[in-house]
């Protein structure tokens, strides 16, 4: 008689070993084991994405608030110094800044437009005040640069030190000057800066003369603007009015037969006035 296969592989299945029961438990704790890890996992992964949106929400409210300025533009300036170069045709522009915090003073005078390849001039005046004192407090800077090396000039305040430097600040202003030449394309200027520093009382006089092109700064008419340099207004204070006494002292007027230098001016400041009254029906 056949048989079919069927009994015969419900025998085979019923003769199998059974799964122990430490097996059993086991895999199931194992699979209790890896839920709880998931669940873990997301609740962390949850956490950590509220934190990130925590951080994010408050660094924007931290970088949309305005930061105060170190230093203030006063709005309406009253010069407190003069200074004429004949040699650059522009007028200057003056300017005032205050220390918001420590009080010091910046008298700015400008003149020339670097972005009109024009040849500029920067004098600045800086009366330090509690700022000065405070540590990592730095001393406002001129546009980068690429100093050359550093020696002395004598002016009538005395010998400052001068360095010369090449602006490469204008280089994508004349950069499409292409057709002009090869300084054209540099886009290099020759500069030199000033700086002049003293004690008694705490004044700092900073100023960077800039060419057009590449040529060298001409020294004398630099010491000839610092020649120029006057003080109009002290505001009471009698050690500034003694120190740009004693600067007149040892003015001496650039030189007139010069074809460089230009003539100084007639004064216009105050020691001027009280050398020469105006008298009553004189023009």
């Known amino acids: 008689m056949r048989t079919t296969g069927w009994p015969a592989t419900r025998g085979r299945r019923r003769t199998e070993a059974p799964i122990h029961p430490l097996l059993r438990t086991f895999a199931s704790e194992v699979q209790a084991s890896l839920v709880r890890a998931c669940l873990y996992a997301c609740v962390l992964a949850a956490f950590v994405l509220t934190g990130m949106e925590l951080l994010a929400r408050i660094g924007g409210a931290v970088v949309a608030q305005p930061v105060a300025p170190e230093w203030i533009d006063v709005i309406k300036p009253i010069p407190a110094f003069a200074l004429s170069i004949p040699?650059?045709?522009?007028?200057?522009?003056?300017?005032?800044?205050?220390h918001a915090s420590g009080g010091g003073?910046?008298?700015?005078?400008?003149?020339?437009?670097?972005?009109?390849?024009?040849?500029?001039?920067?004098?600045?005046?800086?009366?330090?005040?509690?700022?000065?004192?405070q540590p990592g407090e730095s001393a406002p800077e001129l546009r980068l640069s690429v100093p050359v090396v550093q020696r002395m000039l004598d002016t009538k305040f005395g010998l400052a030190a001068i360095e010369p430097f090449t602006d490469r600040g204008a280089q994508g202003a004349q950069g499409a000057q292409g057709a002009q030449g090869a300084e054209g394309a540099q886009g290099e200027r020759g500069c030199l800066r000033v700086t002049r520093a003293f004690d008694d009382p705490r004044l700092v006089i900073r100023a960077q003369f800039c060419n057009p092109g590449p040529e060298l700064v001409d020294r004398h008419m630099v010491a000839c603007a610092l020649d120029r340099l006057t003080l109009i207004s002290a505001a009471g204070d009698p050690k500034l009015i003694a120190l740009f006494a004693r600067a007149e002292l040892k003015r001496n007027f650039c030189g007139q037969n010069s074809v460089f230098l230009a003539a100084t001016p007639r004064r216009t400041d105050w020691i001027e006035a009280a050398r020469d009254p105006r008298l009553r029906g004189r023009q």
């Open 87 to 98: 040699e650059l045709a522009s007028e200057p522009q003056y300017a005032i800044r205050r």
């Open 105 to 133: 003073r910046r008298d700015i005078i400008a003149f020339g437009d670097a972005a009109a390849q024009e040849a500029t001039a920067t004098v600045e005046i800086y009366r330090p005040g509690a700022e000065a004192d």
